[in-house]
């Protein structure tokens, strides 16, 4: 589109060049990129920019044409619907930095209390991810949508308050030793923890939890929500003692989200 | 020009060192709050360190000492007892944890500028400003107990009494933990 909107301006320009547009001149290559920022409204006026427009003229003059300039990309119909980027590129995955052995291990921790692989590997556990949780907490919707609630919004909510305060908390209470906790790396272990509560709305899809049989289920899974995470958080907060007190805001934050699949 | 105003209004105090806690001290306390008579000795402890100024001791130490976990897991423990008890009677709904949430806050912070307002008068100087927090947010564990005794036991008679004791309780250790402020 640039090129026919330079070739229909072009024989005007050529006609008409008053003086003071000497000035943009050609005179080096930072002007010449800045001009070409925009420069095609404006045909004509410095050198490379006159009656030989073509593409490959338009990679010389700065970065900006890569998309149109085909110098790495490979060619052809199917290359256009393939996954084939530029060459040197890093997968999708590794980029977005979803790493799906890491997420397995942390799920199986999490069901098994044999956290012995995390604690052996210290990098997994500060893996900071959040791709879990995130897959965990649309499973919860799902399930919940699957029992006639539309709670997508107030689960996500209820976890972001959550995580917020609970790391704050959690900063306040831990002693100076201790490098600096990051929100995120919270957050992730508070949503992996979730994956009991998922289980359970998966089970109140077939039985109908709302009598004193299912409370006490529900407050089983609770325990074992808290549990997990309580373990995971004395590992990476290296707090003695506290267990228990870290483990009720962990309980009544589980409870919450008890309340949306029972209730 | 904003930032000295607005660096006016933050509170100048440490807030960490009213979280410097452990599970025996969480377990005293509440004990303490429910049942009160039975304790000798209120003074706060100072701190032994070699400064001027008076520090006090932290929780860890001192059972006397205010802290602010326990405000405020009461609070939201608060909000999530009545919140089972709406969804046992079978009308929950997620909007209701808000409104309950924005309630009590306005509550709470109804009873802080209440007694800050009773300092300010009776021309009290040496107070923080977290420890009327901590002080205040305490009636939340005998309300929790109390909401959860009329939702199990359910008696009226059993409720009216339990009412009154705890609120002997609690006024008892109210009284004498800030007679060293007053």
């Known amino acids: ?263 | 020009y904003a930032q000295q105003n607005v660096s006016n209004y933050i509170p100048k105090e440490d807030i960490k060192k009213y979280f410097q806690i452990n599970n025996s001290y969480v377990f005293k306390k509440l004990m303490l709050l429910l049942f009160p008579f039975r304790n000798k000795q209120w003074a706060r402890l100072p701190m032994t360190t070699s400064e001027n100024k008076q520090v006090y001791s932290s929780p860890i130490e001192d059972i006397n000492a205010p802290d602010l976990y326990i405000p405020l897991m009461g609070f939201i423990t608060f909000i999530l007892i009545r919140s089972i008890v709406i969804g046992v009677e079978g009308e929950f709904d997620p909007q209701i944890l808000s409104l309950l949430f924005s309630k009590d806050i306005a509550i709470y912070i109804l009873d802080v500028v209440i007694l800050w307002f009773g300092f300010f008068v009776f021309n009290v100087q040496d107070y923080k400003y977290f420890d009327i927090l901590s002080y205040t947010g305490y009636k939340f564990v005998p309300i929790s107990v109390l909401v959860l005794i009329k939702e199990i036991l359910g008696g009226r008679f059993i409720f009216y009494l339990s009412f009154i004791y705890l609120l002997i309780s609690y006024g008892f250790f109210l009284i004498r933990s800030m007679r060293s402020i007053v």
């Not at chain 1, 790495?72 to 999708?92: D, K, M, N, R, V």
């Not at chain 1, 994956?195 to 289920?217: A, D, E, H, K, R």
Request: some cysteine; charged content about 10%.
């Open chain 1, 1 to 263: 589109m640039a090129f026919n909107y330079n070739q229909q301006q072009n024989p005007q320009y050529n006609t008409y060049k008053p003086n003071n547009l000497e000035f943009y001149q050609y005179s080096g290559q930072q002007q010449n990129q800045q001009y070409a920022a925009n420069s095609f409204v404006n045909p004509g006026l410095s050198g490379p920019m006159t009656n030989t427009f073509n593409p490959t003229s338009a990679t010389t003059v700065g970065d900006l044409t890569g998309s149109i300039g085909d110098t790495q990309l490979s060619h052809g119909i199917l290359a256009a619907f393939s996954t084939s980027g530029y060459p040197g590129e890093a997968p999708l995955l590794e980029e977005l930095g979803i790493n799906f052995q890491h997420i397995k291990m942390k799920t199986l921790a999490v069901l098994n209390f044999r956290s012995k692989n995390l604690v052996n590997n210290p990098e997994i556990l500060g893996d900071s991810d959040l791709a879990g949780p995130i897959l965990f907490g649309v499973m919860l919707g799902a399930f919940l949508l699957l029992n006639g609630k539309f709670h997508f919004s107030y689960i996500y909510g209820v976890d972001l308050i959550g995580i917020i305060s609970l790391h704050q908390l959690f900063k306040l209470m831990a002693n100076s030793e201790v490098e600096n906790i990051d929100i995120i790396k919270t957050g992730s272990v508070i949503g992996y923890c979730l994956l009991p509560l998922v289980i359970l709305s998966g089970i109140n899809v077939v039985i109908n939890l709302n009598n004193f049989l299912g409370y006490i289920l529900t407050g089983l899974f609770i325990f074992w929500c808290t549990f997990s995470s309580s373990y995971f958080f004395m590992v990476a907060f290296k707090l003695s003692n506290v267990r228990i007190l870290i483990a009720y805001p962990l309980a009544i934050l589980y409870s919450i989200f008890a309340l949306f699949i029972i209730f």
